[in-house]
């Protein structure tokens, strides 16, 4: 049994419904841990009643140190600085639980992620992180760091020491900008293989994780999981979903054998949230001239790539 732990808001919902369909047929057996990060996506997750589920409600979990560092931060860095707290609410909550792995909600698996659990236990240690493995063209490891906060493993024991030091940097200071070597809460990974080289291993199968900005390094086969970040709703009525696919440059092949099946599911989920009476929310409140712009976008840009799309799909 592996324990997983994410987190989002209403905002994120038909993401969050994705990410466990993506679940329940490749990881089979799990539990999947959801901390609300507002009132409204645990009302609304309590009535779905998803299998393999477990609800954190954030609202009763909230530290005093939370709550002091939540009045001077934006909704996406205090759901930054949440991250490491959220392996510890799983600990809490139930204390058979020997690892959690944190995945972000808008990932979304391919395969069984039993290869990289395998590499982990044949390194002995205790915490697992990723490297983002850019693509030369979109390398941002000076600004965003070299590793990923999208798939980060740790166990109760060993794991701890690591962290509790994560933590306590993120109440520090956890922003949306460079600063001293620092960002958000993903540069502190930097310093885990030389601060704890003994408990941290780093994912050398770089091509088991994939996301837009190394689409085009790796053969999307490759991949047991994707990270589809920037991928946002920006248009729906009810007939019409409109999603914008990110400003990178995504190979044809990926669009159309990871994007669309992707899409299917958030379709379906969106489908899920209407059916309870459920208004799902606009996640990119784009002007109506980037619309059209996006719109104009959608065209080829060169050969077999597909640059700053959106994506229509007819809801049925």
């Known amino acids: 049994m592996e324990h997983y732990v994410t987190l989002f808001d209403s905002f994120f919902l038909p993401q969050g419904l994705a990410l466990h369909m993506s679940m329940e047929r490749h990881v089979k057996d799990y539990t999947l841990w959801i901390l609300c990060v507002d009132d409204e996506a645990y009302k609304v997750l309590a009535k779905i009643q998803l299998p393999n589920v477990r609800l954190l409600y954030l609202s009763e979990l909230e530290t005093k140190e939370l709550l002091c560092v939540k009045q001077w931060r934006t909704k996406g860095e205090y759901c930054w600085t949440l991250t490491p707290f959220s392996h510890r609410f799983v600990f809490e909550a139930d204390p058979s639980v020997a690892r959690v792995t944190y995945i972000d909600a808008d990932f979304w698996f391919r395969k069984n992620p039993k290869s990289i659990f395998e590499e ?47 933590e306590q940097r993120c109440v520090e200071w956890c922003h949306a900008r460079h600063e001293d070597g620092k960002f958000g809460d993903q540069k502190y990974l930097e310093k885990w293989p030389e601060l704890f080289c003994k408990e941290t291993h780093v994912l050398q199968n770089q ?4 996301a837009p900005w190394n689409a085009n390094r790796f053969p999307y086969s490759a991949a047991v999981a994707w990270h589809f970040h920037g991928v946002r709703i920006i248009y729906l009525n009810r007939k019409i979903v409109q999603f914008s696919i990110g400003d990178y440059l995504l190979p044809k092949v990926a669009v159309s054998y990871v994007y669309n099946p992707y899409f299917i599911d958030i379709l379906y989920a969106i489908k899920i949230l209407i059916g309870i009476n459920y208004k799902v929310k606009i996640q990119d409140n784009k002007s109506l001239f980037r619309i059209f712009k996006l719109f104009i976008s959608k065209i080829l840009t060169y050969r077999s790539y597909v640059q700053n799309s959106t994506m229509s799909f007819e809801l049925r």
């Open 120 to 166: 982990l236990g044949a390194s002995g240690k205790h915490v697992l992180i990723t490297d983002h493995a850019y693509a030369p063209e979109y390398d941002q490891s000076a600004i965003s760091g070299q590793y990923c906060v999208q798939f980060v493993t740790i166990t109760r024991d060993g794991g701890e020491v690591v962290r509790l030091w994560w």
């Open 207 to 210: 091509s088991l994780i994939l």
